[in-house]
Structure formats: structure tokens, C-alpha cells
């Protein structure tokens, strides 16, 4: 239908972004056309780069383009105490608030049955393996003495938080889940960083 196979075939690759509709893939597609060349040329190269430097830490399974990233390997951190969140952005967000000081472990979403997200497609087993003590043949130093549980404060988030805190139970370590300045139903990512420190702050023992 457009008179070149090549427009076509970007606006098929446009079309599986998330929430592009076929219209908006067409007008971004139309875009990159008009736009100036460098412009156009620039977007493919960060998308190049992005995907050739830039992969997941195999420890935290945050983003890093050195494995593992510099949050797994700064000896400032305090290697004691992880903070478990759903996403890369959230680790972002605590970083914005400059108030903590241990390590993350990225999960990679949050359990909801909705979405079919269940708890092998999350990096659970990975924090196992984080939190396994050497003497059981874990990697780590079995230095991980608190984790505190810093997923999303809505039905997804709670339900991984629970999920986890039953989980961890039984390693005798202590399990604390941030406080609820966190407005219910919203994302940790758009909370403001006084808020988000105050979470942190508050933090209260799983029981
Ligand atoms: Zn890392």
C-alpha cells in the first residue's frame, strides 16, 4: 500500500513497541522520514548501542554495561542489606533519594495472575541464590542479613511482598517491607524522593 517496501517495513517493526497503535507507527514512521538525516541515523545508532553495550547484571539484574554493575561492586555499599524492587526504574528512584546504601536485587515485575506473570518469570531464584549461605553452597559470603521488600504498593506489589516474606522466612533473616508513605495503588518510580526516603525509613518487620 506505500510505495516503498522499506517505509512499510518500518512501520512493521514501529507497530510492536508497546502502545504504538498502527496510526502512531505510521506518523513516527512518516517522522523519521522528514526529520534530518543525522536525527533519524542518531535513533538507530543509540538503539544499536543500547542493545550491543548495555545488558542485565547477572547479580542484581539491574542494567550495566560492565557485569556484574557498579552498585554489586562498590565496597562503600553495605553488602548486609538488599533492597528488592520490581524494576530497573525503581532502583533509580532509590538512588534519587541518596539514602540507601546497601545492594538491589531487580526483580523484573511483580506477581499477578492477570498478566500470567508467575513466580519463575521473576528473579526469585536468583535471590535465593544470593541469600544461600556458603556453608549450603551458596556463592555469596552469606553476608545478606536484611532484606527489605520494596515492591510496588498496589495488588501486584503486595501479593510478590507476601509471596516473598513466606518464602524468606525460614532463612532466619529479617524481612522488613517499606512503610506505607507510598501512596496505595501507585508506582515507587513517581514518588517523590522525600516520600520514597520516609518508605525506607519506616520500614517495619514482616511478621
Ligand atoms: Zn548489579
Redesign the pocket.
Known amino acids: 500500500m506505500y510505495s516503498s517496501k522499506y517505509l512499510e517495513l518500518l512501520i512493521e517493526e514501529l507497530v510492536k513497541l508497546p502502545s504504538i497503535g498502527h496510526k502512531s507507527a505510521q506518523r513516527l514512521a512518516l517522522h523519521l522520514l522528514r526529520a534530518p538525516r543525522e536525527d533519524a541515523l542518531r535513533l538507530a545508532e543509540a538503539i544499536r548501542a543500547v542493545r550491543e553495550r548495555v545488558a542485565f547484571?547477572t547479580?542484581?539484574?539491574?542494567f550495566?554495561e560492565q557485569d556484574?554493575?557498579p552498585?554489586?561492586v562498590d565496597p562503600e555499599r553495605d553488602s548486609t542489606v538488599v533492597c528488592v524492587v520490581e524494576q530497573p526504574v525503581d532502583v533509580l528512584a532509590f538512588e534519587r533519594t541518596g539514602r540507601f546504601k546497601g545492594r538491589?536485587h531487580v526483580l523484573g515485575g511483580a506477581l499477578s495472575p492477570l498478566d500470567g506473570t508467575s513466580p519463575e518469570d521473576l528473579r526469585i531464584r536468583e535471590l535465593l541464590e544470593r541469600l544461600r549461605p556458603p556453608e549450603d553452597g551458596g556463592e555469596a559470603a552469606g553476608e545478606i542479613r536484611e532484606v527489605i521488600l520494596a515492591t510496588n504498593p498496589n495488588v501486584a506489589g503486595e501479593a510478590t511482598a507476601l509471596y516473598l516474606s513466606r518464602l524468606l522466612e525460614p532463612l532466619g533473616l529479617r524481612v522488613t517491607r517499606i512503610a506505607r508513605g507510598v501512596p496505595m495503588g501507585s508506582d515507587l518510580e513517581y514518588s517523590d524522593q522525600v516520600t520514597l526516603a520516609r518508605a525506607l525509613e519506616g520500614r517495619r518487620e514482616v511478621e
Open positions: 547484571c547479580v542484581c539484574g539491574n550495566t556484574p554493575c552498585l554489586c538491589y
